[in-house]
């Protein structure tokens, strides 16, 4: 609007020709679509207000500003108002609108809608459109949305559309390019050529159009003012090849596909577009298949899964059975089920996934390849930021920056601050066509590495954890964060368990046996905690397993007696006792004085579960001693508390309650929260026992906040299940119904064999008094 309006002043205040301008000023106007189609009757209607008001032409023009005989010809019907001119006509007289109703804005040319067919299987993403409609209405800080995503996806079927849902909003058009910089062997569309595209999509007169490239991209500009248009530029690698074709025009809109995240664009919408969820993405293989295709829902849904629910790998599947009528959707499943076949299978001739993701990775540089190959090495879905620094053999901060930029290329995704996930489909691309060509020397040293690195990292966590504890066989370079405390160890464990477990299994597999038997040794400490029993037992058998290959007859010993505790725990008291035999032989053989007093304390804390009580008390006292001489201050503790809970049963009520104190004071002093916790649900449970019902009540409170606090859910049940008792015996049942309640949604089951509130419980329900048991083991 400015250039003409400045025009039409400097006619007026020079000699220059204004008729000459106003002509000028006229075809800018009518070439920019910016008249307005006015009818006869918008200029009938100008006359009648015009006169009502009692103004002149000449005033009139005055108030707008504009010619006396350009009102005139509006006025007649030959001459078309501009549509700015409209609405000051309306403005000046008051017609509130009225008079805009007559002047329908129009087009140099019809608008030209340019996207592709909408496809018919679009199958959810309901989300991710309705965010789309509010974007294309306008209702945000930008006119750019960034739809970005991994290959695969359906970014460009999203994007499109989201543009035929909104093509009725964009009078002047609807564009669509294909930049082509993710299609298999089709050539990049330049950013040169893409103005002259658009250009010619835009009606601009080719005469207009400069020769060169020169000047393409203010032609461009210049015909979007003032317009409302949308265009969808698909397939976009790079921010270079876009920022000359984003509008000034605020009016209009862009929807941008890319692989990458094209973080230098200034602040546009990004729409993050991943895998579907699992029900939709079922749903469109039954889709894509057609409905008459029988089976269960199960398969379908494991179809899905091994496509990693990316819509371009569910339809590939699809046509894949489709053009196989030997296939039942069982077969075909079982065939995909195959992780060496898979990215064979989603190929149909015309579409491949794995072409698609070889695009993708030809754009990295060498040492995000490299890195991207040596991820498909660790065996978990989950790699922290450190564990691939380890991998690499760089350091965190170099790391974090080569995991960003394969983030960027949705090469893996940030689920953390500090960890990466790798989509399944990924990672077997990775080792067939990126791992494959990495030196088996250079993978060898990268995984043992890793191990390193994940068994410090489980080891710093387990000193923190239980810091008294006897450890052998474990490395010394552990470096201490002195930041780091109890808390920090315990939130960093319960995280990465998972992955260090799944480590564990990787040594053992390569025959890695000391980072196997590491690794697990350094997780016992959580998993004592935690009571996690099955990894628990997975990971020391494993253990155990590679120090008997390896000749390592103490780290056998090691695991075999830790893999007793870990039965005995769970309630296998006779597969506990053969693997604490087990350890007692290899440990007197090796003449480790400390292993076996820890495997006689083991056996005997089985005598008191067992109900061999006698045996248990002289067995208990008789390892005590011996730890008392080695001055295993923390062992002789737990020791005693053994001693209390057989009291317990036997009678000895106040020796029981007097032992579990001192107990309590000791682990005080040795600062051991979880062995804090157990001394007082042990007073606790001999003050029930002894019918000190208000004393009870009192210990198993305290016990459940240190439980609380120690984070073990496991012995704050037990205090939970212990105060429903007092409760059930003093006949308030509903109140002990809901600290029954509570245990259960803290840790079930609690066992009965193993623990004496469980027994309780269970003989209250049943009107009978039976005798209890309790506690747990250490190594």
């Not at 930049?179 to 080719?206: I, M, N, W």
């Not at 899905?304 to 499943?333: K, M, Q």
């Not at 790699?383 to 691939?388: D, L, M, T």
Request: net charge negative.
């Amino acid at each position: 609007m400015t250039v003409p309006n400045t025009a039409f002043r400097l006619a007026v205040a020079t000699s220059v020709d204004r008729n000459a301008v106003l002509s000028t000023i006229k075809e800018w106007y009518w070439h920019h679509g910016l008249m307005a189609d006015t009818t006869p009757e918008f200029g009938t209607e100008l006359r009648r207000r015009r006169k009502e008001a009692g103004l002149s032409q000449q005033q009139l023009a005055r108030l707008i500003p504009c010619s006396k005989s350009w009102i005139s010809k509006v006025e007649t019907g030959t001459s078309a108002a501009t549509f700015e001119l409209a609405q000051g006509f309306d403005d000046a007289l008051g017609a509130n609108g009225e008079l805009m109703v007559l002047a329908r804005r129009k087009s140099r040319q019809s608008a030209v809608n340019g996207l592709p067919p909408v496809t018919d299987r679009l199958v959810g993403r309901s989300e991710e459109l309705a965010k789309l409609e509010v974007f294309v209405r306008g209702e945000g800080r930008s006119n750019v949305s960034v739809l970005t995503g991994p290959a695969g996806a359906g970014k460009t079927t999203l994007a499109i559309r989201a543009g035929w849902d909104a093509s009725d909003q964009f009078p002047d058009g609807c564009l669509y390019l294909d930049f082509g910089s993710h299609t298999p062997r089709a050539a990049q569309l330049t950013c040169q050529t893409a103005l002259r595209s658009l250009l010619t999509a835009l009606k601009v007169p080719e005469e207009e159009v400069p020769a060169g490239d020169v000047g393409l991209a203010g032609v461009y500009q210049d015909a979007l003012r003032g317009r409302r248009a949308l265009l969808v530029l698909d397939n976009v690698a790079s921010s270079d090849q876009i920022r000359t074709l984003l509008p000034a025009e605020r009016r209009c809109r862009v929807l941008v596909t890319s692989r990458n995240r094209l973080n230098s664009l200034d602040d546009p919408v990004i729409l993050h577009v991943g895998a579907l969820p699992e029900s939709d993405a079922a749903a469109l293989f039954r889709t894509a298949v057609g409905e008459h295709v029988e089976c269960t829902d199960a398969t379908i849904e494991r179809i899905a899964g091994h496509c990693g629910r990316l819509p371009l790998a569910i339809t590939i599947a699809a046509a894949r059975f489709r053009a196989d009528p030997v296939w039942s959707v069982e077969d075909f499943a079982t065939e995909l089920a195959d992780e060496r076949a898979r990215l064979e299978l989603l190929d149909d001739g015309e579409r491949s996934i794995e072409a698609a993701f070889t695009l993708s990775c030809d754009a990295l540089g060498d040492a995000e390849r490299q890195l991207f190959g040596l991820l498909a090495l660790h065996p978990a879905r989950r790699i922290q930021v450190s564990g691939a620094a380890a991998l690499a053999d760089v350091a965190p901060a170099r790391a974090r920056r080569l995991l960003g930029r394969l983030a960027d290329a949705h090469l893996v995704t940030y689920e953390t601050a500090d960890g990466v996930a790798m989509h399944d489909l990924l990672r077997w691309f990775a080792q067939k066509h990126v791992l494959s060509a990495t030196p088996a020397w250079q993978q060898n040293a990268a995984m043992l590495r890793l191990l390193d690195h994940g068994v410090r990292l489980a080891e710093s966590c387990g000193r923190l954890i239980d810091p008294r504890r006897h450890r052998v066989s474990m490395p010394t370079d552990v470096p201490e964060d002195g930041s780091a405390d109890r808390d920090t160890a315990l939130e960093v464990i319960q995280s990465e368990w998972p992955v260090l477990v799944d480590l564990c299994h990787e040594a053992a597999a390569r025959g890695l046996h000391r980072q196997c038997w590491q690794l697990s040794f350094a997780l016992r400490d959580y998993f004592f905690l935690a009571k996690l029993w099955d990894p628990w037992i997975s990971t020391h058998q494993a253990a155990a397993n590679c120090a008997r290959t390896a000749g390592a007859e103490r780290e056998a010993a090691i695991a075999l007696n830790s893999l007793g505790i870990a039965h005995a725990d769970r309630g296998s008291l006779s597969t506990a006792v053969a693997q604490y035999q087990q350890a007692l032989k290899l440990f007197r053989t090796i003449g480790d004085e400390h292993g076996v007093t820890s495997a006689l304390s083991n056996i005997a804390w089985t005598s008191l579960y067992l109900g061999r009580f006698e045996q248990a008390l002289r067995d208990l006292r008789t390892v005590r001693q011996t730890y008392q001489q080695l001055g295993n201050r923390r062992n002789a503790a737990i020791t005693l508390r053994g001693i209390a809970l057989t009291e317990t049963e036997l009678g000895l009520y106040k020796d029981a309650v007097d032992h579990a104190l001192e107990t309590r004071r000791e682990f005080e002093a040795l600062n051991l929260p979880l062995d804090v916790a157990m001394s007082v649900n042990c007073a606790a449970w001999a003050h029930f026992q002894a019918g000190e019902l208000d004393a009870a009540m009192t210990g198993y409170a305290w016990a459940s906040d240190l439980a609380d606090r120690c984070g073990s859910r496991y012995e704050a049940a037990r205090a939970a299940t212990g105060m429903g008792n007092v409760l059930a015996v003093t006949g308030r049942g509903a109140e002990a119904a809901r600290h029954w309640e509570h245990a259960d949604a803290l840790h079930r089951p609690l066992e009965p064999a193993m623990l004496g509130e469980a027994r309780i419980r269970s003989t209250i329900w049943l009107g009978d008094e039976a005798p209890g048991m309790l506690d747990g083991f250490r190594d």
